[in-house]
């Protein structure tokens, strides 16, 4: 995805992206297809967004709903005695967005992913959501950093605050 969006419509997106992942999976057989398109319908769930919040939703839904497997199986490499299955649904839909945009795709840098997923997971979370994001995605940033993968462009494993004005 090389189009650029503004901050506003990437953060706008990554929320509606965290809830829609968290539906699609705690309600087994829903189509995600079906169900985004309702939800991007003019008389959806989402009619008052602007066409790029749009676009970028419909492209963090897909990949991030589409690679689940994949991501989980990122999860898994970091996350010891936890798995992805057993996590929260809130955190688990909030790590996939941040490792599908900051990570799989990276569209943006590792550091902006980590603190936009922590101030999801803090809005729609419990009250441990954001550190153990933030630890998740930093232990993944540290080992893709160890790995020569420098995800995103970011060098390594930023904190949650750094690079903010990227987002």
Known sequence: MKK?????????????AAQFLYLLASRPGLD???????????????PGERGEVREY????????????????NWMRMVVTGWRPENMAAVDRAVLRVAIFEGFLEKTVPVAVAISEAVELAQIFGTEASGKFVNGVLGRLARQKSLDGDKGGGDGGASSASENAADR
């Open 32 to 46: 995600p297809d079906v169900c985004l398109e309702t939800l991007l319908a003019e008389d959806g769930f989402a």
């Open 4 to 16: 650029s969006y503004s901050v506003q419509s990437r953060h706008r997106a990554r929320e509606l």
């Open 57 to 72: 939703l419909s492209f963090l839904v897909k990949g991030g709903w589409k690679r689940r497997t994949e991501i989980d």
